[in-house]
């Protein structure tokens, strides 16, 4: 079968959780089973959050992050992946949020499509056109490499007509810093050489899909990476969402360190505001993180 045709059968079959939610409740009168049926209605109460609910709410994550040696508040979001589960509908109201925040600029970490099936890229990434801030983005391996048709080319053309500005294998100056593009780790376009030369005595702050990039990065090259890709395991089971998430090298979410071969690298993980796989989120709904960089 189709894979794609599987995504949509998941995503529209989930509805029917809500009728055997109701017979569930009606079977509670009675006495015998009454357990299992508790249990069972519990189990889909709690489908129904992850499916229905969670996935829908947009959180805002304020966090302070000192020694950067830049001044600056950014909102940093990711894998947006409209598609299969999310439509220009949901970008409109993540738009209208990110509105009503105060900072310098939008960046954004890759991922902005999954399965986008032959839709109007043009379309459905309209309501970028929207935001009252510059923004800044990369792609990310659902964007420009398996899984999935590679739309590179028109994605750009389409970020380029909302005035999102791609930054991939180059910088552009905010304020007292230097913003840094690297493109997707998974399709080998993350190469930092272009960091090097010329050099800079600005602070870096560099931007990738893929946080496993770092582990090319040193605290000469990047201050700080921001970026994405993990969904911070998106179903957040205890221990289990672990294995799932996407990195060599032990990212999640939030704050980490890596040590690479060229020192330490801090980076700044953000959950992210769509879903891949599953349309589920649990424990850890889509997130817009407000960065306070101070120096």
Not at 241 to 260: C, K, M, N, W
Request: hydrophobic share 45%; glycine share 8%.
């Amino acid at each position: 079968m189709d894979k794609l045709l599987i995504k949509q059968c998941l995503f529209y079959g989930s509805w029917l959780v809500w009728p055997f939610i109701a017979w569930l409740l009606w079977r509670l009168r009675e006495r015998r089973g009454r357990w299992l049926v508790a249990l069972l209605l519990a189990a889909c109460l709690l489908f129904a959050w992850a499916r229905f609910v969670e996935p829908q709410r947009i959180h805002v994550q304020e966090t302070a992050l000192t020694g950067t040696g830049a001044r600056v508040r950014l909102l940093l979001i990711s894998d947006i992946h409209l598609g299969v589960y999310k439509d220009s509908t949901y970008l409109q109201r993540l738009v209208d949020r990110i509105n009503t925040l105060q900072a310098d600029a939008v960046v954004i970490a890759g991922d902005f499509t999954y399965e986008p099936d032959g839709q109007s890229l043009d379309a459905m990434f309209a309501p970028l056109g929207g935001l009252r801030l510059p923004a800044y983005a990369v792609l990310g391996n659902h964007d420009q490499q398996a899984p999935g048709p590679d739309i590179d080319a028109e994605l750009r053309a389409a970020l380029a007509m909302h005035r999102v500005e791609v930054i991939e294998g180059k910088t552009v100056r905010l304020g007292g810093f230097r913003l840094a593009g690297l493109g997707d780790r998974w399709a080998n376009k993350d190469d930092p050489a272009f960091l090097a030369a010329p050099s800079s005595s600005l602070p870096t702050l560099v931007l990738s899909h893929n946080p496993d990039s770092a582990i090319d990065l040193g605290p000469d090259l990047a201050t700080l990476v921001l970026a994405g890709h993990t969904h911070g395991g998106q179903i957040r089971i205890p221990w289990l969402y672990r294995h799932v998430i996407p990195s060599r090298y032990g990212f999640d979410r939030g704050e980490q360190f890596l040590a690479t071969p060229r020192g330490r690298v801090r980076v700044y993980t953000t959950v992210g505001t769509g879903e891949v796989g599953l349309p589920l989120r649990l424990f850890n709904p889509p997130t817009i993180d407000v960065l306070d960089l101070r120096p």
